[in-house]
């Protein structure tokens, strides 16, 4: 399933919700939110109501560090076809940091 605006649509006309994840598929849009983010985060959200989380998941990969931020519309200013996306409550984003070994190498 697509990024599109017609999808959320569909999918709040059933009543269910939608986490629908963009990249450069929008690039207006997505060079929007990417610049409000990377402004935001360098200020610490400093005065913007969010919400955060961090993880760090162990598996049969490599361990990871995820933190995530959650934005309501509201803090947002207006954006490129922001009511195209119906029933849009927030913006999240994720910040993955692969964990990096220590490796000596013996020679």
């Known amino acids: 399933m697509g990024t599109q605006t017609a999808i959320a649509s569909q999918i709040f006309n059933a009543k269910a919700d939608y986490v629908l994840a963009f990249k450069g598929n929008h690039p207006t849009l997505y060079g929007q939110v990417k610049n409000w983010f990377e402004q935001h985060l360098s200020q610490g959200f400093k005065g913007i109501i969010h919400s955060y989380d961090k993880r760090v998941e162990k598996g049969h ?37 692969p964990h990096l070994w220590n490796q000596t190498t013996r020679g």
């Open 61 to 97: 990969h490599p361990t990871e560090k995820r933190q995530i931020w959650c934005v309501p519309i509201s803090q947002l200013q207006i954006w490129h076809n922001q009511d195209n996306w119906v029933g849009l409550k927030c913006l999240v984003i994720v910040v993955r940091v």
